[in-house]
């Protein structure tokens, strides 16, 4: 089976840099994915790691390390309407088709 | 480019009724994957078609079953409600080449009473 395993909650202030950390337990690994959601909206595809390392798209950036089965989502100059829930998603390596989210970490940006 | 749509938005049923919910995937994707969300948590996979063909499905009994059509369109059906059942019913559409990659819907909120 899978597991995921993500902090409930994190807070930071406008224009300071936050991590969302991601750890898992899988049967068969296909790599890592982050969506976001804001409250009442569809989670939105932010990023994936198929293979170590770090991949950047704009103010986001991805983190992968297959060894130690982690993962981390990392969020530079936050805005306000950065504050929403951001999920760790992986598939199933045994359930074709099949992903498994994490339960969300909701993140609060103050002013 | 047409994105993820999904109808009803909102749908009240009382326990044991039966409910159908669709969701029309994003203009060339062909894979339709469905997700229970519960207040505070993480989607949950129910099922995936691809092709008109289940390809994978989570821990959900069978009186939660699906379709797709030809147009690559899908309907969950939910048999039997329960209290519990009640939850954002997500509907994400992919390829196969991208199949990290999902677009998810607005979703559909059941509440069973």
């Known amino acids: 089976g899978q597991s995921l395993e993500q902090p409930s909650e994190v807070t930071a202030v406008e224009g300071a840099i936050v991590q969302i950390n991601c750890t898992y337990q899988t049967s068969g690994f296909y790599g890592l994915s982050w969506y976001q959601q804001h409250d009442g909206g569809a989670p939105t595809f932010l990023s994936y790691n198929g293979l170590d390392g770090l991949e950047e798209t704009g103010r986001f950036s991805s983190f992968l390390s297959r060894s130690d089965s982690y993962g981390y989502l990392l969020l530079q100059e936050l805005q306000m309407k950065d504050s929403a829930s951001y999920f760790c998603?992986?598939?199933?390596?045994?359930?074709?088709?099949?992903?498994?989210f994490g339960d969300g970490t909701t993140l609060t940006v103050k002013p | 480019e047409t994105g993820v749509t999904q109808s009803p938005t909102h749908l009240i049923k009382t326990r044991g009724q039966q409910v159908t919910l669709r969701c029309s995937s994003q203009s060339g994707h062909n894979t339709v994957s469905w997700y229970q969300q519960a207040l505070g948590q993480g989607p949950q996979f129910i099922f995936q078609y691809y092709r008109e063909e289940e390809n994978g499905r989570g821990n959900f009994p069978p009186r939660f079953s699906g379709l797709q059509f030809p147009n690559y369109s899908s309907e969950l059906n939910v048999n039997a409600l329960e209290l519990d059942d009640s939850a954002l019913y997500l509907c994400a559409s992919s390829t196969p080449d991208l199949p990290y990659e999902q677009y998810f819907g607005p979703g559909t909120r059941l509440t069973v009473t």
């Open positions: 998603a992986v598939r199933d390596g045994t359930n074709a088709g099949k992903s498994t």
